[in-house]
């Protein structure tokens, strides 16, 4: 716990950040900081809660010692902060930008108040960590001898990879992009993860031991059944990657695109400014939907404004979310309510208005003579829901509309690892697509390969990314001696 009467005397505080307006001449991070006392005060604001729902399943999936570290930073004993907190988190300076966050909607003192601000609290002791010259390399002393190969250098590959490099593996990470990292190099963009956080953090695995071999796609350039003939035992990490289509009529004209695909490009020009960004994935100049409202949805809003658009609509087939917390969503599970995130935020103050339309659907892509996109066509739903049934939408007839558009952009999630990865050795998959692994030592259908991530549990967050990695490395380590003392 942090002040006994902390939560009473202290309001919640969070990090500022630069208007809306005057930050889209970059790809940086606009976040500004609370300084030390300031951060010191929303840690006071930790209250003795008695049972820290902020740390069960419905809160932080690492297990983070939340009220601990808290407590700590009340106290300015930083450094205390950082190890408690890196004791469970490998990666807290992603976390403590990118994750919604589920440990503050489990937050007792959200049932009454607003949460503490664990996030940016967690952010700050990562911060002042690398400042304080404490995140060094870790060589271990001694080595098995057994080596472990991961396919995929995201949250999960990296989680996997650090913790059994600590456990004295030789750790071979392969990547089929130029650069580690998975979608925290090029799935997030810059100004939200900025990506010399994301190299400073690989560059420090690499001085552990770690390989990284970027450019090699498994499946295509190399083969599973090789990796498992070369080393000990292959950890899929590969992600959720195939992204989910829309087949509407029109889906085939020039500028509809998948928004992974967008925001990729966009951070390989961001990375390497000599890079051009191919046309049909550049937003300059053009009215741009997304359709999707989720973080990816809001991510291609806030990139599409930095490479001037000339206009940006957000279209989401789902109803507009309540403003407070509703009898489905009681706490402490998640509140998926109504929020402005830096996109919506940014594109309201250059355009005037709240970029996104609720319950609408995609009828069609609309063209011109030689194939380029124009305009969506979309009608209004209402959503009908009959007692023992999930919710279906309906069309409202008469609602016919069509958006003007140069360039769409398909934010809809995905469906699961690449098919090629594994197609030599013939992994079971699940009724999700996802490869099919157990629940409790991550083994798949084939002896020595494990699956962790959303290769295993499907499109999920970072944070689940990085319990999966070190739930995986612990099992790995068990599976090759017999034992594990990870935890």
């Not at 937050?107 to 949460?115: E, I």
């Not at 407070?324 to 935020?345: C, I, L, N, V």
């Not at 309201?348 to 063209?367: I, K, M, W």
């Not at 068990?478 to 003392?485: A, D, H, K, Q």
Request: hydrophobic share 35%.
């Amino acid at each position: 716990m942090g002040k006994p009467t902390g939560f009473m005397e202290y309001s919640r505080k969070v990090a500022g950040a630069v208007p809306p307006g005057q930050r889209l001449n970059g790809f940086y991070e606009f976040r500004t900081p609370l300084d030390l006392r300031e951060q010191e005060e929303q840690g006071a604001r930790c209250m003795d809660c008695g049972v820290p729902f902020c740390q069960s399943d419905y809160g932080c999936p690492v297990d983070n010692l939340i009220p601990e570290w808290n407590d700590l930073i009340y106290h300015g004993r930083w450094e205390e902060a950082f190890h408690r907190l890196m004791k469970t988190n490998n990666f807290p300076e992603y976390t403590g930008r990118v994750c919604p966050a589920p440990c503050e909607h489990a937050c007792v003192l959200a049932m009454n108040d607003p949460a503490v601000t664990i996030k940016e609290n967690e952010a700050a002791i990562i911060d002042w960590g690398y400042e304080a010259g404490l995140m060094t390399p870790r060589v271990p002393a001694l080595r098995t001898g057994k080596t472990v190969a991961i396919v995929g250098s995201g949250p999960a590959g990296l989680a996997a990879a650090d913790q059994l490099n600590q456990a004295g593996y030789q750790v071979t990470i392969y990547e089929r992009a130029d650069r580690p990292g998975g979608l925290l190099m090029y799935g997030i963009p810059a100004m939200k993860l900025d990506k010399k956080l994301v190299q400073r953090r690989n560059d420090l695995l690499e001085a552990e031991g770690v390989i990284f071999r970027t450019g090699v796609d498994v499946g295509r350039d190399i083969s599973l059944a090789g990796l498992q003939r070369e080393y000990d035992a292959v950890i899929i990490a590969s992600g959720a990657t195939r992204p989910r289509d829309l087949s509407v009529a029109g889906r085939d004209l020039q500028g509809v695109s998948f928004a992974m695909d967008y925001l990729s490009a966009s951070t390989r020009r961001v990375l390497d400014p000599s890079r051009e960004i191919p046309s049909e994935l550049s937003a300059r100049g053009k009215r741009v939907v997304v359709i999707g409202g989720g973080d990816t949805g809001n991510d291609c809003l806030g990139t599409a404004l930095r490479q001037e658009a000339a206009s940006v609509l957000n279209l989401e087939i789902l109803a507009r979310p309540p403003l407070e917390r509703t009898r489905e969503m009681p706490w402490p599970t998640f509140a998926r309510t109504f929020k402005s995130d830096y996109g919506h935020q940014e594109a309201q103050a250059v355009l005037g208005e709240d970029p996104r339309l609720f319950s609408r659907r995609t009828l069609r892509f609309v063209g011109d003579r030689i194939g380029r996109l124009r305009g969506v066509e979309t009608i209004q739903v209402r959503w009908e829901k009959e007692p023992g049934e999930a919710p279906r939408p309906v069309d409202v007839v008469g609602t016919e509309e069509v958006h003007p558009a140069d360039l769409v952009l398909l934010a809809l999630g995905f469906t699961g690892p690449e098919e090629y990865l594994a197609a030599d050795i013939s992994l079971e998959r699940d009724g999700r697509s996802n490869f099919r692994a157990d629940e409790k030592t991550y083994l798949s259908s084939v002896p020595g390969i494990f699956v962790a991530g959303d290769a295993r549990r499907g499109q999920s967050l970072v944070v689940w990314a990085i319990k999966e990695g070190r739930g995986v490395a612990r099992e790995v380590d068990r599976y090759l001696r017999g034992f594990s003392e990870l935890p």
